[in-house]
């Protein structure tokens, strides 16, 4: 599968692992799990770029209404609401990043769990062991239904295709490989995915 491919998908959730480096999960609206060479960063800016969304200034005009800085959800199409969550207690490297990105739209639920966590769970069945509080996690969803309301609630039709080879910077064509298992990701999926079978 290829980054066209993917960037066509509906995305559930982008997730910061380690496997031989800094890479990402993406959890498709459908529940399958594709481990993608790049970081969520890197990730992320992709697929903003191929919707034609301004990080910097989405991130500004959202905080704004939100008078926050951190944490601010990120609105890419009318049924893509990226809430950033911390994933990664301690992460490696400095400029690794700990942050993660779910789909507001694709979750059904939150609860908690033990230990000052909680589950997320999504309409496609996905459930993930969120290193953060329910209290938390409740706050970030609030958050993205206020950004909702102001950013999405318009007649914009949500983007299905992406930009030709010719239109898309070299940055944005990444090496993924699909649904195969590693020892380091099954570790992480463990962890994360609660009661869920890895990359079935």
């Not at 195969?180 to 079935?200: C, D």
Request: hydrophobic share 40%.
């Amino acid at each position: 599968m290829d980054a066209k491919d993917i960037i066509q998908r509906k995305v559930a959730a982008l997730l910061p692992i380690y496997d031989r480096g800094n890479v990402t999960i993406f959890i498709a609206g459908d529940g399958e799990k594709i481990v993608i060479r790049k970081t969520c960063k890197t990730v992320l800016k992709t697929l903003a770029h191929c919707r034609n969304v301004d990080l910097v200034a989405a991130r500004k005009n959202c905080g704004k209404v939100l008078n926050k800085k951190l944490q601010v959800p990120i609105p890419l199409t009318p049924k893509t609401l990226l809430i950033p969550v911390k994933f990664r207690e301690k992460p490696l490297g400095k400029n690794d990043g700990a942050l993660g990105y779910l789909n507001f739209f694709q979750i059904k639920e939150v609860n908690e769990a033990k230990n000052r966590k909680c589950i997320v769970s999504f309409y496609n069945g996905v459930k993930l062991k969120v290193p953060i509080t329910c209290e938390t996690m409740k706050e970030y969803l609030k958050n993205a239904r206020i950004v909702e309301r102001i950013f999405l609630k318009r007649d914009i039709p949500e983007r299905d295709s992406v930009m030709t080879s010719k239109e898309r910077p070299a940055e944005i064509i990444y090496e993924c490989i699909c649904t195969e298992t590693r020892n380091a990701v099954e570790e992480f999926l463990n962890e994360t995915f609660a009661g869920i079978p890895p990359f079935r």
